[in-house]
């Protein structure tokens, strides 16, 4: 099994920025892309960015590209997700998945893995 434990969410005015982090334990991290998606209220789940388990290549949803940053240190096993210049329109709950050696799919049914999420509320 793994364990995924996300953190940084919280309240954040329109503009502003959060780190959200994922620690990964009980598997070999580095096998493992590594995906964060967002659920809103009365919304599907859906993609916001992934990373492949080499870490070469990334893959961001349109709403997001630009404006948020998936990483991951080996060393720590985490990855993170910085997140810039929010819009209300990000206001979910967020959540980050693994994959065993993926290459950062968008399809949720892909991931093996899921945390618990986090909230992210952006006020306007």
């Known amino acids: 099994q793994m364990q995924l434990v996300e953190s940084g969410g919280g309240l954040v005015q329109a503009g502003g920025s959060l780190r959200l982090s994922c620690a990964v334990s009980?598997?070999?991290?580095?096998?493992?892309?590594m995906g964060w998606f967002r659920q809103a209220p009365g919304k599907e789940r859906e993609f916001v960015a992934a990373?492949?388990?080499?870490?070469?290549?990334?893959n961001y949803a349109n709403s997001v590209k630009g404006r948020f940053t998936i990483s991951r240190d080996h060393a720590k096993n985490t990855v993170y997700l910085q997140m810039l210049s929010l819009k209300p329109e990000d206001t979910a709950i967020y959540y980050c998945?693994?994959?065993?050696?993926?290459?950062?799919?968008?399809?949720?049914?892909?991931?093996?893995?899921w945390g618990q999420g986090t909230q992210v509320t952006v006020s306007s």
């Open positions: 998945a693994a994959d065993h050696y993926g290459t950062g799919s968008r399809e949720w049914p892909t991931y093996d893995y």
């Open positions: 990373i492949g388990w080499t870490g070469d290549t990334t």
């Open positions: 009980g598997r070999t991290f580095s096998s493992y892309a």
